[in-house]
């Protein structure tokens, strides 16, 4: 079981022809048109958009609690329709239930699908161990710091081996040291798991540092802009960000970004901070 | 929260630095004036009813000697336990059951709704009336002054419950029972407690008024007997005996709370 | 293996990607018409159930009081006869709409009430913003608050009646107790729970001290101040009626002991629940007023938790 889903076997997303309109106030607002992408079994995928772009609903689709309007979401040629235990999903806000001690958390899966609370707190206590969270067993969510928060979260979704791990903006609202930390906690998750990933991201070094694929999407209504391949080896460390291969993907991913920022921008619509902050970028890219 | 985690060394340490702590002096200093003024008061004849507070010291002991005196405890905790008991089991069941089935809400909800806002003591003559002893009176009285509190807290504990948290068990593989059990009920417990302490607060209240009006022992009627026999120090110490009474129960309420809901500790 | 989807076919025949997202369910079908429809449909239906639910309480009240009448449920007056009796001319018990006496009761205890309402206010916020406000004032004072709050009310009531001149002073001085200390406990929270950084921006620009007490201290502490009035409308009633039972000589209590001492049951219940419709409407008077002074403070508080 363990085997077979390491090093991409399963866990292939396929997102086709999808659209979502929402009735805003009784109208339609288009949010996602015409979005076809896959998510490549055991890889890093990297979905990144301007601020405002369908990236939520993206994840929403996929996870089930939403239904696309048009088009259809598939998991290894199953349609999805709803929630289910091959997905796992990680918001940004916590969702780890404050009134259980972390292990408890992370063992709450296991329980459900029948494993013995033993093994199934042995296994919590690894995976804890692996997230640097070992003596922190036995604290409640809220007594612990933020970032924490979050590994305990990814701990949580991983432990029930999902075939796709999504996880929306999860490191966002940290400080970027604690952010950095975090991705390095995530990169060694993952290239010892293997675990097919979707990771939606505004920060563009966030996206090259962990990706396999970079899907970057185009500004309201959402549709799939263009797909970069990230070549840089595994395992990652963040001193990769030094490399020109590096600065040279940052440089064509910020390009694509800041034409799709400069369109919601023309609307009106993006905020004016996030394309500010694109072009410092792209200034100091230069 | 200040909960002595450590022995006695520190606990000593702690008792020296309370002591030192200008709060505490300037606490004092409000309390001791309050009884100053009204000994003053007293002095100078304002009030002269009044017993003062040197007066009132001096007859605890005998008051508390005088027959019946514990027993009236006993009866007023009896009654407030009984009732509280009582509407703590109806208001969370109901409670529950509505915040889980919407029809049932919108028949049941606006009937509450519509006999809330009656004061539970204006039912007491009725009670009077209906129950066939006084004791059963009081019982239901007090039942009616804790019942809404619980019951508007906990259904409105269950609406706030996170839609995320139950999302996110679904995703983990609860069913029904586990997202009851493990999910709404942790969920809804800090807003039942609010719900249990407003309500033992009340109970007290009601009891109190209950029992000046129809019974043969307990707190209140210890306070009404000393009023018509004019003992205004007996009054004082009623009084006094039924703040100490609801203090303590508050108290219990909050232990109870801060152990059946640890993740809210040190908050 | 996908599913085919004939919805699906049949827009692509119509042509392009929009005329499959016009044809989704998602769609609003005509600019805001649905929703209106389905708010209603949502309306009638919590309608219809509350009726059903009143028809069973009203259904179960006469059922028992008229019909098989249990022991002691002949101290219930069966529904027909209480409302029957409420709007009489010649009402058996001496109280219906057209009595003017009823009205005599309904007045002396709403002035009752707003009497002790005015003064817990008036002395109320004050101290609690005094006590917020001031540390020394917290500190010194906080606690002798304390120590009185535990007390109830009512247990006053015994006290009051010996010691002040007038049952009518006793009264309301019971009535105002308790939501005297409701008020000043909130209005003592809403100072508590201005962010320091906006005492410190008004120092910085110069405030003096009433400035920053009508500037920054009041509304600051207004949500709490009005959350705090509610509370304190609701007890003033709650205390009300004990001191009227136990003390009184008039008002809606007062009308309720007399008539369980005449035995005249009717009068129990048109006191009951006249009480229960000015208690409501009292607060929901407080609670318009609070809206009405706090439109900024609701559309400021958008995003906050």
């Given amino acids: ?107 709450f899966g296991p329980i459900q699908a029948g494993v013995p609370k033993l093994s199934a707190h042995e296994q919590a206590r690894a995976l804890l161990s692996k997230v640097g969270l070992t003596g922190f067993e036995h604290r409640f969510t809220d007594q612990v710091s933020g970032g924490m928060q979050r590994r305990a979260e990814v701990a949580r979704a991983l432990i029930n081996r999902p075939k796709v791990l999504l996880l929306d903006e999860p490191f966002r609202g940290l400080d970027h040291m604690s952010r950095g930390l975090m991705q390095e906690y995530f990169l060694r998750l993952f290239e010892d798991e293997g675990i ?91 | 929260m200040t909960e002595v985690h450590t022995g006695g060394g520190r606990a000593a340490e702690r008792v020296v630095r309370a002591l030192r702590d200008p709060v505490l002096w300037q606490g004092a200093i409000g309390i001791a004036s309050f009884f100053v003024v009204w000994q003053v008061l007293k002095w100078i004849g304002l009030f002269a009813l009044l017993p003062g507070p040197v007066d009132v010291v001096r007859a605890v002991p005998q008051q508390m000697e005088q027959e019946g005196y514990w027993l009236s405890w006993l009866a007023s905790s009896r009654r407030v336990f009984l009732g509280f008991l009582v509407a703590a089991i109806l208001a969370i069941s109901i409670g529950v059951s509505m915040g889980m089935s919407r029809k049932l809400r919108m028949a049941g909800f606006p009937i509450l709704e519509v006999l809330r806002p009656i004061p539970p003591l204006a039912w007491l003559p009725l009670s009077i009336l209906f129950w066939p002893s006084p004791e059963a009176t009081m019982v239901f009285l007090t039942f009616l002054g804790a019942f809404f509190p619980i019951f508007i807290n906990i259904l409105a504990g269950i609406d706030r419950i996170d839609i995320r948290y139950i999302q996110a068990a679904r995703s983990l593989g609860a069913g029904q029972a586990t997202l009851f059990w493990r999910v709404m009920v942790p969920g809804a417990l800090p807003a039942l407690f609010t719900g249990l302490s407003i309500a033992i607060g009340i109970t007290w209240e009601v009891v109190i008024a209950a029992e000046m009006a129809s019974a043969q022992l307990g707190l209140g009627y210890l306070t009404w007997n000393a009023y018509m026999s004019q003992s205004l120090v007996g009054i004082v110490v009623g009084m006094l005996s039924i703040g100490v009474a609801g203090m303590v129960s508050s108290g219990i309420m909050g232990w109870i709370g801060r152990n059946a809901m640890p993740w809210r500790r040190g908050r | 293996m996908a599913v085919t989807n004939s919805s699906l076919g049949a827009a692509q025949v119509d042509g392009g990607y929009d005329a499959r997202l016009r044809a989704s369910p998602d769609w609003p079908v005509q600019a805001g018409d649905w929703r209106a429809r389905l708010r209603k449909a949502s309306r009638a239906q919590a309608l219809r159930y509350a009726l059903l639910g009143f028809g069973i309480f009203f259904g179960l009240w006469y059922l028992l009081t008229a019909v098989i009448v249990p022991p002691r449920f002949n101290y219930i007056p069966n ?71 535990p007390i109830p009310p009512l247990a006053w009531v015994p006290l009051a009646v010996l010691a002040l001149p007038e049952t009518e002073m006793a009264v309301i001085f019971v009535t105002l107790l308790a939501s005297f200390f409701a008020t000043v406990l909130n209005t003592y929270l809403g100072v508590r729970s201005i962010p320091e950084t906006y005492f410190r921006a008004a120092a910085c620009l110069g405030y003096r001290r009433v400035d920053v007490l009508r500037r920054v201290v009041i509304p600051g502490a207004l949500p709490f101040i009005f959350t705090g009035l509610q509370i304190a409308m609701g007890v003033a009633w709650f205390s009300l009626v004990g001191g009227e039972l136990i003390a009184g000589r008039s008002g809606l209590g007062y009308l309720i002991l007399d008539g369980y001492t005449q035995l005249a049951l009717p009068n129990i219940f048109i006191g009951m629940i006249t009480l229960g419709v000015l208690g409501w409407a009292s607060s929901a008077l407080i609670r318009k007023v609070g809206e009405l002074m706090m439109a900024w403070h609701v559309k400021g508080q958008g995003g906050g938790a």
Wanted: net charge positive.
């Fill in chain 3, 79 to 149: 529904p027909a006869l209480l409302f029957g009796q409420w709007i009489s001319e010649v009402p058996q018990y001496g109280i219906s709409v057209f009595i003017p006496e009823y009205y005599g009761h309904i007045w002396v205890s709403v002035l009752r009430v707003y009497t002790a309402f005015a003064i817990s206010v008036g002395v109320g916020a004050p101290l609690g913003i005094l006590l917020g406000w001031s540390r020394f004032g917290r500190n010194t004072l906080f606690p002798v608050v304390e120590m009185l709050r």
């Fill in chain 1, 196 to 286: 097919t990933t979707l990771f939606v991201t505004s920060e563009v070094d966030e996206a090259i540092l962990l990706a396999d694929r970079v899907i970057v999407l185009s500004y309201k209504p959402t549709a799939v802009k263009s797909i970069l391949d990230v070549f840089l080896p595994r395992p990652r460390t963040f001193q990769m960000q030094t490399l020109p291969q590096f600065a040279e993907l940052k440089g064509a991913t910020l390009q694509l970004l800041y034409e799709e920022a400069l369109k919601g921008f023309v609307k009106g619509t993006a905020a004016s901070a996030e394309l500010d902050r694109l072009m410092a970028a792209q200034r100091s890219m230069r």
């Fill in chain 1, 1 to 107: 079981m363990r085997e077979d889903r390491r090093k991409g076997s399963v866990g292939h997303v396929r997102v086709s022809e999808v659209g979502k309109v929402f009735a805003r106030a009784g109208r339609p607002e288009i949010i996602l048109k015409d979005c076809t992408f896959d998510v490549l079994p055991g890889r890093l995928n990297v979905l990144i958009g301007p601020s405002g772009s369908g990236k939520s609903t993206l994840v929403n689709l996929i996870a089930g609690y939403a239904t696309p309007s048009v088009g259809e979401v598939e998991i290894d040629g199953t349609r999805v329709t709803g929630p289910g235990a091959d997905r796992m999903v990680v918001f940004q806000e916590t969702t780890l239930f404050p009134w259980m001690t972390l292990i408890d958390n992370i063992a």
